[in-house]
């Protein structure tokens, strides 16, 4: 089981009583003692990191969690983190959470070499970009479920919708599904396949991806596609110039 405190709406921050106010009632609601993973769900710009650090160092050796977590931080600011831990001897992240797809690839140039260098496996969110890399949404669909990815009346769809919902992505879309559809596989199915074989993700860091569903079925589908192979090529080099496309308006990975 893991858990996350984010610096959002005045209710947390990441002042050593701020952490320690957040993890401990995560862990009362939870009904447990300790988790497998604390994340830092984003930075929190007002406080010095190595406050936020010793602090985190001290619930860790409290037995709290396992595993430090951090996500939607700079390269930059990842290396800063495990230098300010390396030089105290505090726990360093193990794991960074982040925003990744075969049309969304803005983690590659700099963070995931800066991972590697730490040591910090990465976990992939979005593998299926909210919905958007499947074959359900087209830019004038209207019919959005209540509570989905992009359900405007949300916070949550009024972000995604900013992040993916535009003309350049589902140009980047025309790219990749007319390929997919002429070879027989799905465009959900596709999006995974790219992310076990064709991403700069390996089992030997502890990569991994996160995956969502809806029902029973879609979890089962989406299992099954994690499971097939590699993509032909000329699928992957679709998802290469959608991604050329969709480099124009990417959002950045980091907040």
Same mark, same amino acid.
């Given at each position: 089981?893991?858990?996350?405190?984010?610096?959002?709406?005045? /209710?947390? *921050?990441?002042?050593? #009583?701020?952490?320690?106010?957040?993890?401990?009632?995560?862990?009362?609601?939870?009904?447990?003692? $300790?988790?497998?993973?604390?994340?830092?769900? #984003?930075?929190?710009?007002?406080?010095?990191?190595?406050?936020?650090?010793?602090?985190?160092?001290?619930?860790?050796? @409290?037995?709290?969690?396992?595993?430090? !977590?951090?996500?939607?931080?700079?390269?930059?600011?990842?290396?800063?983190?495990?230098?300010?831990?390396?030089?105290?001897?505090?726990?360093?992240?193990?794991?960074? /959470? !982040?925003?990744?797809? !075969?049309?969304?690839? #803005?983690?590659?140039?700099?963070?995931?070499?800066?991972?590697? =260098?730490?040591?910090?496996?990465?976990?992939?969110?979005?593998?299926?970009?909210?919905?958007?890399?499947?074959?359900?949404?087209?830019?004038?669909?209207? @019919?959005?479920?209540?509570?989905?990815?992009?359900?405007?009346?949300? #916070?949550?769809?009024?972000?995604?919708?900013?992040?993916?919902?535009?003309?350049?992505?589902?140009?980047?879309?025309?790219?990749?599904?007319?390929?997919? +559809?002429?070879?027989?596989?799905?465009? +959900? @199915? +596709?999006?995974?396949?790219?992310?076990?074989?064709?991403?700069?993700? $390996? =089992?030997?860091? !502890?990569?991994?991806?996160?995956?969502?569903?809806?029902?029973? /079925?879609?979890?089962?589908? =989406?299992?099954?596609?994690?499971?097939?192979?590699?993509?032909? *090529?000329?699928?992957?080099?679709?998802?290469?110039?959608?991604?050329?496309?969709? $480099?124009?308006?990417?959002?950045?990975?980091?907040?």
């Amino acid at each position: 089981m893991d858990t996350k405190l984010s610096p959002s709406n005045g /209710q947390y *921050d990441h002042t050593p #009583a701020g952490l320690r106010k957040g993890l401990l009632e995560s862990l009362k609601d939870l009904k447990t003692e $300790k988790v497998d993973m604390w994340y830092l769900h #984003a930075p929190d710009h007002d406080t010095p990191y190595e406050d936020t650090l010793r602090e985190v160092n001290k619930l860790y050796e @409290e037995g709290y969690f396992k595993r430090f !977590g951090i996500s939607n931080y700079s390269a930059w600011e990842t290396a800063l983190l495990c230098e300010i831990c390396i030089r105290n001897g505090w726990k360093k992240p193990d794991v960074y /959470q !982040g925003v990744y797809n !075969g049309l969304h690839r #803005a983690v590659e140039p700099e963070l995931f070499p800066c991972l590697r =260098n730490y040591g910090i496996a990465f976990y992939q969110y979005n593998p299926l970009a909210g919905g958007i890399l499947t074959d359900k949404y087209k830019l004038d669909f209207k @019919e959005h479920e209540e509570g989905s990815r992009f359900d405007p009346s949300k #916070a949550q769809g009024v972000n995604y919708r900013s992040r993916y919902w535009n003309e350049t992505y589902f140009k980047a879309l025309d790219v990749v599904r007319p390929v997919a +559809a002429k070879l027989g596989i799905p465009t +959900a @199915e +596709a999006a995974l396949r790219w992310s076990v074989h064709h991403s700069l993700m $390996k =089992n030997e860091y !502890g990569d991994a991806v996160i995956i969502g569903a809806s029902s029973a /079925q879609q979890l089962k589908e =989406n299992l099954t596609s994690l499971e097939k192979g590699p993509l032909p *090529d000329e699928l992957v080099a679709a998802f290469d110039e959608g991604w050329a496309v969709a $480099k124009a308006v990417c959002r950045p990975y980091f907040r």
